[in-house]
């Protein structure tokens, strides 16, 4: 498993733990619960919350959860087996992602119950910024920070990382390339290593074996971001999450090829523990780049058109990588890791695009040949006269589809969403 994760070389933590492995802060893990049993996170994790008290934040109802711990606080165990995070000494609060507000009511929980850092790999089709705007503004006026996946559809970035004040990351590969399905816009600030990442497995439920998975999402981005923020947290006490940000934004990698800065795809780049802790860095204001990001997303900017879709450059991860719902799904929310068994769903999705495409296309061709045997003809009950050279309705431009909807990230606007199950590293002894 240790020689799988890639991006452990990435951040090369012998240097970053030489400097601090984040002892003494507290990140708390809004997911789908986390599995205490776990050799890779035994004597991690703190009593946690569930919205509906069923103790459903140490009975993981997915993988999703437990794979996010152990990228932040994974301690491995028997010398070099199992999975490592990039702050091991942290401690992990478990919050249970619930339904309907229960997300916003587990931000206001980790605040009170000593959280540094709020990691959200969750996304909502359901609710907007405007529903979490309070919950993060009560986290930033008490010191923590909230970080949040952008989502899995090459979409806009979606709620809750849309949200004012919200540290909002997206996904890169090995080659430090964005994930072709990493959401964009103004309010990302980072991306982080998010392509075929191996993580920890509950061992007693899903649908992974020997306790581990891989996977590709922005989920795991953000797992790497919070994990870096505790770093920077552990070493540097008094920054404001504003000021924990400015440090991660300050020295993160510029992206090849890309000129400008902020951009829609990488933000100010890939996060860099290492230089995180040790750059001369000033302080800078109280909100940092969580207030410029706020603004841009407040001003309605408009994503460039030039970023890649599915399949497109830089893309990576299973089959299906897109965010579709656990198989505990929880309406309206999706997860922002990727699943491998879902190519079935998303082809029929695919080929009810193209039955579509074909129908209007027929369609406009027939009424094109109608035109010019007998030209514009008054329909009854239809506005006119017709635009010169177009016939009616008028033709509208379809906004892209991105399946159908899925539950769980579970990249937000409701309830939570889950990542998809992760597909197992290790088939017939070999790394796949």
């Given at each position: 498993?240790?020689?799988?994760?890639?991006a452990?070389?990435?951040?090369?933590?012998?240097?970053?733990?030489?400097?601090?492995?984040?002892d003494?802060?507290i990140?708390?893990?809004?997911?789908s619960?986390?599995?205490?049993n776990?050799?890779?996170?035994?004597?991690s994790?703190?009593?946690g919350?569930d919205?509906?008290?069923q103790?459903?934040?140490?009975?993981p109802?997915?993988?999703?959860?437990?794979?996010?711990?152990?990228?932040?606080?994974?301690?491995?165990?028997?010398?070099?087996?199992g999975?490592?995070?990039?702050?091991?000494?942290?401690?992990?609060?478990?919050?249970?992602?619930?339904?309907?507000?229960a997300?916003?009511?587990?931000?206001?929980?980790?605040?009170?119950?000593?959280?540094?850092?709020?990691?959200?790999?969750?996304?909502?089709?359901?609710?907007?910024?405007?529903?979490?705007?309070?919950?993060?503004?009560?986290?930033?006026?008490h010191?923590?920070?909230?970080?949040?996946?952008?989502g899995n559809?090459?979409g806009?970035?979606?709620?809750?990382a849309?949200?004012?004040?919200?540290?909002?990351?997206g996904?890169?590969?090995?080659?430090?390339?964005?994930?072709?399905?990493?959401?964009y816009g103004?309010?990302?600030?980072?991306?982080?290593?998010?392509?075929?990442?191996?993580?920890?497995?509950?061992?007693?439920?899903?649908p992974?074996s020997?306790?581990?998975?891989?996977a590709?999402?922005t989920?795991?981005?953000?797992?790497?971001v919070?994990a870096a923020?505790?770093?920077?947290?552990?070493?540097?006490?008094?920054?404001?999450?504003?000021?924990?940000?400015?440090r991660l934004?300050?020295?993160?990698?510029?992206?090849?090829?890309?000129s400008?800065?902020?951009?829609?795809?990488?933000?100010?780049?890939?996060?860099?523990?290492y230089?995180?802790?040790?750059?001369?860095?000033?302080?800078?204001?109280?909100?940092?780049?969580?207030?410029?990001?706020?603004?841009?997303?407040g001003?309605?900017?408009t994503?460039s058109?030039t970023?890649?879709?599915?399949?497109?450059p830089?893309?990576?991860?299973?089959?299906?990588?897109?965010?579709?719902?656990s198989?505990?799904?929880?309406?309206?929310?999706?997860?922002?890791?990727?699943?491998?068994?879902?190519?079935?769903?998303?082809?029929?999705?695919?080929?009810?695009?193209?039955v579509?495409?074909?129908?209007?296309?027929?369609?406009?061709?027939n009424?094109?040949?109608?035109r010019?045997?007998?030209?514009?003809?008054?329909?009854?009950?239809?506005?006119?006269?017709?635009?010169?050279?177009q016939?009616?309705?008028?033709v509208?431009q379809?906004?892209?589809?991105y399946?159908?909807?899925?539950?769980?990230?579970?990249?937000?606007?409701g309830?939570?969403?889950?990542?998809?199950?992760?597909?197992q590293?290790?088939?017939?002894?070999g790394?796949?």
């Open positions: 498993m240790r020689d799988g994760q890639w452990n070389v990435y951040f090369d933590l012998d240097k970053v733990w030489s400097v601090s492995k984040g003494g802060v990140v708390a893990v809004i997911d619960g986390i599995d205490a776990h050799p890779d996170l035994a004597g994790l703190l009593p919350y919205p509906e008290d103790g459903r934040e140490l009975k109802t997915d993988e999703h959860g437990t794979g996010m711990a152990s990228l932040i606080a994974g301690h491995g165990h028997g010398g070099d087996g999975v490592v995070g990039l702050a091991p000494g942290v401690k992990i609060l478990p919050v249970y992602r619930g339904d309907g507000g997300m916003q009511e587990g931000i206001k929980w980790a605040v009170d119950h000593g959280a540094k850092v709020i990691n959200i790999s969750q996304v909502t089709t359901v609710s907007g910024p405007a529903d979490f705007a309070d919950a993060v503004a009560y986290a930033l006026q010191k923590v920070l909230v970080v949040a996946g952008t559809d090459a806009p970035v979606r709620t809750p849309n949200t004012p004040g919200v540290l909002a990351v996904a890169v590969d090995k080659n430090q390339k964005i994930w072709s399905k990493s959401n103004p309010e990302v600030l980072l991306t982080a290593p998010g392509v075929d990442i191996v993580t920890a497995a509950p061992t007693s439920t899903g992974c020997n306790s581990y998975c891989i590709s999402g989920s795991d981005a953000t797992a790497y919070s923020a505790a770093l920077v947290f552990a070493k540097y006490p008094d920054l404001t999450p504003g000021q924990v940000a400015e934004v300050k020295t993160a990698a510029a992206p090849a090829g890309v400008q800065l902020p951009d829609l795809r990488y933000g100010y780049g890939v996060v860099r523990p230089e995180a802790l040790t750059a001369n860095v000033p302080a800078g204001s109280a909100q940092g780049p969580l207030a410029a990001a706020g603004a841009a997303a001003a309605g900017a994503p058109a970023v890649e879709t599915p399949g497109g830089g893309g990576g991860g299973a089959a299906g990588s897109d965010g579709l719902s198989p505990e799904a929880v309406t309206g929310i999706k997860q922002s890791s990727s699943k491998s068994s879902l190519p079935l769903i998303v082809g029929v999705a695919g080929a009810l695009v193209v579509l495409v074909v129908v209007v296309v027929i369609a406009a061709a009424s094109r040949k109608r010019r045997t007998s030209g514009p003809q008054p329909l009854v009950g239809v506005p006119g006269p017709y635009p010169p050279g016939g009616w309705p008028p509208q379809q906004q892209p589809y399946g159908p909807p899925v539950q769980q990230q579970q990249p937000y606007y309830p939570p969403q889950q990542q998809t199950p992760y597909q590293p290790h088939q017939g002894g790394w796949q």
